[in-house]
């Protein structure tokens, strides 16, 4: 059997209480990691840390996953904050950009969720609608009861994802804001029944894949993690 490849995987920075404990903790839920062991990847959690260490880190990696979590600084897009946008996290926010350029500079295989997509796209120059129910007119992509409702999608076929990925399906969504205006380089791969860019990807690169949805809860994505993991394979044995 080969090597397992080693991803990067992103985490949060916050406050979490265990048993007695109430203290600033690196965590993230073990269920964006499952479908990785599942499919044969060895995930290196890493915690926010100085953007200048970005390179180094990827030197040992295989591929980079960017998980989901609080919203992007609109800062960065050049944005007001909406009254609905979390507050920024400004050390995750640098430290996952750092590591997207090393990666993308690298030509490492991406994959992005929810958060990760949208990242993705400021990243490379775009924007965000910061407040979803603002542009469909209803809160069916978050409620806020922590549910992760089904919501229509449709692939392009020709794309990274369209290979892996069935062309029309219902996925797990859970979302407040969507790529609005697209980045440098980018195109669009999946959208929702309501107009809404749901995945994207970069052609230039074997794979950089980024989706707004959560494949972590949805059984039926068998294909897409084994895809990010197969090119993550094909990365380490070219290095």
């Known amino acids: 059997m080969s090597t397992p490849p080693m991803i990067a995987t992103t985490t949060y920075r916050e406050v979490a209480s265990t048993g007695i404990w109430t203290q600033e903790a690196v965590w993230l839920p073990d269920a964006y990691l499952a ?5 044969g990847g060895t995930a290196a959690v890493l915690p926010p840390d100085a953007p200048d260490r970005a390179g180094a880190a990827l030197d040992r990696m295989d591929g980079l996953y960017l998980t989901g979590g609080y919203d992007v600084d609109p800062a960065l897009y050049d944005a007001a904050r ?9 050390d995750r926010d640098a ?10 500079e690298r030509g490492m295989p991406v994959l992005g969720v929810c958060r ?14 910061q407040h ?11 409620r806020g009861d922590a549910v992760f409702r089904p919501v229509e999608v449709s692939l392009q076929p020709g794309t990274v994802l369209a290979r892996c990925h069935p062309a029309m399906r219902a996925v797990p969504v859970y979302h407040h804001q969507a790529i609005d205006r697209l980045g440098r380089g980018l ?12 995945a994207i990807e970069d052609p230039a690169l074997a794979f950089c894949v980024a989706v707004q949805w959560h494949p972590e809860h949805d059984p039926g994505q068998v294909g897409l993690w ?7 394979r094909a990365y380490a044995a070219r290095a």
């Open 35 to 39: 479908p990785l062991r599942r499919a």
């Open 82 to 90: 909406h009254p609905e946008t979390d507050a920024p996290r400004a």
């Open 95 to 104: 430290w996952e950009l750092a590591l997207l350029a090393a990666a993308v």
């Open 116 to 129: 990760g997509a949208q990242l993705l796209n400021v990243a490379r120059g775009g924007t965000l609608h």
């Open 132 to 142: 979803v129910p603002d542009v469909v007119g209803h809160t069916g992509y978050q």
């Open 187 to 198: 195109v669009v791969s999946a959208r929702s029944v309501d107009g809404l860019i749901e």
């Open 226 to 232: 084994e895809a990010f993991v197969e090119a993550s």
